[in-house]
């Protein structure tokens, strides 16, 4: 039986999650403190202090953290196996924006513009990282980041169908996704701030 062939097919939408570095985390952090472009008209988030990056250190965002998108470029190719991709020929930077999120502040669902986007996370609070911990509820926990693809299936007690992803941030974690992937940001209630960066970035052939 252990001999049996067999082929996993890939589906739904390629949904990555790699780890900068700490000096890389504080990099970011010192381009968003040299922001204070009230950004929050353009984006879907319940949250009050959402600032642009400016085109330079966007661009300079984009210089450093090539090397990961390129990763994700070729891990994409592979598990797409679109024709198409292979024309991409270098990708541009969209909008970058810092999120400082506190207590009770959110992002419902939604989506981006573009053709991927990203968020890390650079700063995760201890009383965060407590009240997460002290959770007993059956959803992934407050402060999730959850991304959605395709309905449930009631009738699914097997799982056999993943609709979900669901992950309780890190520092250091980067997730990279396509831009039209529906995902949202649940609440916390510690009296604290949980700082990341979300942008869109675009193909170019």
């Not at 090539?66 to 990763?71: E, G, I, L, T």
């Amino acid at each position: 039986m252990n001999n049996i062939p067999y082929e996993y097919f890939h589906w739904g939408p390629f949904l990555t999650r790699m780890k900068i570095t700490d000096n890389e985390i504080q990099k970011v952090l010192e381009m968003g403190r040299q922001t204070k472009d009230d950004f929050r008209t353009n984006l879907a988030g319940i949250i009050k202090e959402e600032y642009k990056f400016s085109d330079n250190n966007a661009n300079l965002f984009m210089d450093t953290f090539s090397p990961y998108f390129k990763v994700y470029m070729e891990k994409l190719i592979d598990y797409n196996r679109q024709p198409l991709l292979r024309n991409v020929t270098a990708l541009k930077i969209g909008s970058v924006w810092i999120n400082k999120m506190k207590a009770n502040e959110y992002n419902p669902q939604h989506i981006h513009s573009g053709d991927l986007s990203f968020v890390m996370y650079l700063s995760i609070p201890d009383d965060l990282k407590k009240e997460r911990e002290e959770y007993k509820g059956t959803s992934a926990g407050p402060g999730t980041i959850t991304f959605t693809y395709g309905e449930p299936n009631p009738t699914d007690k097997y799982n056999y169908f993943a609709t979900q992803q669901n992950f309780l941030p890190e520092e250091g974690d980067f997730f990279i996704f396509p831009a039209n992937l529906t995902h949202q940001v649940i609440p916390f209630s510690s009296d604290t701030t949980r700082i990341s960066v979300a942008g869109n970035v675009y193909f170019q052939q």
